[in-house]
């Protein structure tokens, strides 16, 4: 079988997008996922997006997440960017604001004027069932508005917020991202026993009330060069813990994203906005 496909990346983290529309992957299996974006073996990717028709009369789109390692997941903030663009420059819609359907709820996506892409990523989801986190039997503390936790990983604590965004997230606030344990740490973080869906495993350094450096550890895929759903995470935790403003300036290694979150304004009712970048790499085809 010949696969169409287009390769983009948002500030550094790359896809494989493929439109399921106007083709048939339905035989694809975790075995594909898995060669397709092996980087010596096959295309090469942190992710695969695949567009699909709406199954839900309110969204214009669905599409679905598969990461480096065949895995489904649930959510991806840089790639809800790229999906954007994709749908856009393939003419499968005129709109610059459009619906799509994820595995948790609908997601409203917008083309801005600059290039950039305005990403409503919805309510951050704090209920540990809902995570989900497990925290029995865990030490913890309150900083601000926010309960961390203590994992013990390599016979050290490590304390961190649970936060959702669609996806889990594990953050932790260190003194230098440059210096921190990521490669260590996250294999031990992403498959601790109090994550039973595993985790991804965000390292945060605070600049200042409006600016963090972030890296993350993504769970099925390893260290990426930017992670969107973390970075609206490690905004979240970092509002709550009333160590950051919005809105929030997140340096990912692969570039800037732009995070804004109204809860001391609106509560828990207030939506996660999230702006940057997506680009077009190349377009090809592969036989698998």
């Known amino acids: 079988m010949q696969l169409q496909f287009t390769k983009m990346q948002g500030a550094g983290n ?32 942190d992710q695969i997006l695949i ?40 003419g499968l819609t005129q709109k610059t604001e459009i619906q799509v359907e994820v ?26 069932h809902l995570i989900p986190f497990i925290n029995e039997g865990l030490p913890t503390q309150i900083v601000g508005e926010a309960h961390e936790y203590a994992l013990s990983i390599s016979e050290k604590t490590v304390w961190m917020t649970p936060v959702s965004m669609g996806n889990p997230h594990a953050v932790q606030i260190v003194e230098s991202v440059d210096l921190a344990p990521l490669s260590s740490q996250g294999p031990l973080i992403e498959t601790h026993p109090a994550f039973p869906q595993r985790v991804n495993a965000g ?3 605070i600049i200042n009330r409006h600016t963090i450096k972030i890296r993350v550890f993504e769970r099925g895929a390893g260290e990426t060069l930017s992670c969107g759903t973390g970075a609206c995470a490690a905004a979240v935790a970092g509002i709550l813990q009333n160590r950051l403003d919005s809105p929030v300036l997140v340096k990912t290694r692969g570039g800037d ?24 790499v190349f377009d090809g085809y592969i036989n698998i």
């Not at 106007?22 to 096959?42: C, E, M, N, P, Y």
């Not at 595995?103 to 540990?128: C, F, Q, S």
Request: net charge negative; aromatic share 8%.
């Open 14 to 45: 790359d896809f494989i997008v493929i439109d399921a529309i106007h083709q048939d992957i339905s035989h694809l299996t975790a075995v594909d996922w898995r060669k397709l974006a092996d980087r010596k073996f096959g295309i090469g990717a």
């Open 257 to 280: 994203l732009e995070i804004a979150w109204e809860f001391k304004n609106q509560g828990g009712l207030a939506k996660v906005m999230m702006t940057g970048p997506a680009t077009t």
């Open 103 to 128: 595995a948790h709820t609908i997601l409203t996506l917008t083309e801005l004027d600059d290039g950039r892409v305005k990403v409503n990523m919805g309510a951050a989801i704090l209920e540990h």
């Open 203 to 205: 390292f945060v350094e």
């Open 51 to 90: 567009v699909e028709k709406a199954t839900i009369s309110d969204a214009d789109f669905k599409y679905r997440i598969f990461n480096h390692d065949g895995t489904e997941v649930e959510q991806c903030g840089n790639g809800s960017r790229c999906f954007v663009r994709f749908v856009r420059e393939k």
